[in-house]
Every structure is written in structure tokens, then in C-alpha cells.
């Protein structure tokens, strides 16, 4: 069963007039990790800033759909994407990213705390997520809050040998 825990953090819905924070970060977040994400940083640069906007605000539109930003005294440290399958069974979230300076404070957890709320909320019974395997620090963060490994796995890029892992909990509609 996914759990939740406060936290200090602030994460809010971005809103679509909001498109280049979620641009900022993203570029940022694959920077840092690019093993954490099926897109490149050339894929990513490669986008014009009217693509950013139209993406953004197609899935910030979008009823199943969801992007959130973690704010440490209303600066933008971290984001997540969250999106209703086409069936409403379960939620799948992604691109999950915490600036390295506010690592271990919290917004991770908040990030997907607010996910594993907005899944109940919407009423789908599983949450869903891909981890690169060996990214410990994000193992251990979906480990506490009740997620586990399906035993799905597959190569993280074309031309890629690293490997991600589905990971999975129930969600409670009542959290």
C-alpha cells in the first residue's frame, strides 16, 4: 500500500503560463542525471520554447494529467509528472528530479507524496513508476512510501545497456 509523510516542502500543479519553469528544470535534471531519463540532453536542447509551451500545456490541461513543482521558499527545486492511464486504473508518474542542493530535505518525498494523493484522489487503485537500476537514493525514497519491484524491466534508451525497473504499490483512495 503506498504510504505518505509531511514534509516542509511546498509542491504545487504548474500551472501552463508556467512552461519555462518545467523547461528550466528539466534541462537542469537531465544535466544532473542522465541516466535517470529516457530523453537525452540533445533531444531536450533541441526543443524550441513553443514545443515546451505546447507540452507543458497540453498535459497541464489535460484531465489525466499532471506536472508538479517542489518550491523551497518559492524557488523551484524539483519536479514530477503524473498521468492517468487511458483504462483509469492506474497512475504512471515520471521525471521525477530534486536539485542536488535540496537532496535529503524532503522534496522527494513530497513530490511523490502529492503524487500518491492525486492518484487517490482520482479514484485508481496502483501507482506506477520506472527506476534506473542502481539509483539507490531513489530506491530507498520509493521503498518508503510502499512501492516494490514488478520484476518488469527493460533498457532505459535505444542503444542504452542500462536497465529500469518497474516499481508498483496500491493506492488507498482515502489518503
Not at 501552463?16 to 531536450?44: G, Y
Not at 518559492?74 to 492517468?84: A, D, Q, V
Not at 500518491?116 to 537500476?133: C, H, K, P, Q
Request: hydrophobic share 40%; aromatic share 8%; charged share 30%.
Amino acid at each position: 500500500m503506498c504510504k505518505t509523510r509531511p514534509v516542509g516542502v511546498n509542491v504545487r500543479q504548474l500551472k501552463a503560463t508556467e512552461w519555462s519553469v518545467w523547461r528550466d528544470l528539466r534541462l537542469r535534471a537531465v544535466r544532473d542525471s542522465p541516466d535517470a531519463f529516457r530523453a537525452t540532453l540533445d533531444e531536450e536542447l533541441a526543443r524550441q520554447d513553443s514545443d515546451w509551451a505546447d507540452i507543458i500545456r497540453a498535459t497541464v490541461e489535460h484531465p489525466r494529467g499532471t506536472l508538479l513543482v517542489a518550491q523551497d521558499q518559492n524557488e523551484p527545486i524539483g519536479i514530477l509528472f503524473g498521468r492517468i492511464d487511458a483504462m483509469e486504473t492506474y497512475a504512471e508518474v515520471g521525471a521525477m528530479w530534486v536539485d542536488p542542493t535540496a537532496r535529503s530535505a524532503g522534496a522527494g518525498g513530497a513530490l511523490l507524496d502529492t503524487a500518491i494523493r492525486w492518484a487517490g484522489d482520482y479514484g485508481v487503485s496502483r501507482l506506477e513508476l520506472w527506476v534506473t537500476d542502481g539509483n539507490t537514493a531513489a530506491e530507498a525514497l520509493y521503498s518508503s512510501r510502499g512501492l516494490s519491484r514488478t520484476g518488469a524491466t527493460e533498457f532505459l534508451r535505444e542503444g542504452s545497456t542500462r536497465t529500469i525497473t518497474k516499481w508498483a504499490c496500491d493506492v488507498d483512495e482515502r489518503l
